[in-house]
């Protein structure tokens, strides 16, 4: 009479180490799959702005909105915004009295976004202005031809 447990097969043994090694790929394969990274993804600030002008703005006098790319000027003939967005490379240019200089390397634009002084290759784009309810509203993603000014209807 034999007491030791029959021997493993060596065919079946080796179906089990297989059978085993799969199931721990696909085990520390979902492991590693949950740990990646999670997408970091920030939904972009809205380009669509509302704002309302001091009363004291001067005519031709820039008011840059905090926190935007943007100065917005109201004269006789209406209200108009004009990016900061240097032309170059895409520094945030200064209103100043003469127009607009850009820190960076020292573009200067006048009152109208038009280059006076390189590198910049372009004027500066004049935003969509639109004028309802004694509101402004700028919308940074829309570009108009330079010269465009909202009237209040
Ligand atoms: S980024 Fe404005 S001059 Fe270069």
């Not at 007491?3 to 097969?9: G, R």
């Not at 509302?50 to 004291?56: D, G, N, V």
């Not at 935003?127 to 010269?147: C, F, M, Y």
Request: aromatic letters at 6%; proline letters at 10%.
């Amino acid at each position: 009479m034999r007491l030791d447990p029959e021997p493993l097969p060596r065919r079946d043994w080796l179906g089990l180490a297989s059978l085993w090694s799969a199931a721990s790929a696909l085990a520390f394969g979902f492991i590693g799959a949950m740990r990646l990274p999670k997408a970091a993804v920030v939904a972009a600030p809205s380009k669509a702005l509302k704002l309302t002008l001091p009363e004291s703005l001067p005519a031709g006098e820039a008011f840059v909105p905090p926190g935007r790319a943007m100065a917005v000027f109201r004269d006789g003939e209406g209200v108009y915004a004009i990016s900061t967005i240097c032309t170059h490379l895409g520094c945030v240019v200064k209103p100043n009295a003469e127009g607009f200089e850009c820190p960076c390397h020292g573009s200067r634009f006048d009152h109208a976004g038009g280059v006076v002084k390189g590198p910049a290759p372009r004027a500066l784009p004049w935003l969509q202005v639109r004028l309802a309810n004694g509101e402004v509203h700028i919308d940074e993603g829309k570009t108009v031809p330079s010269g465009t000014k909202a009237k209040q209807a």
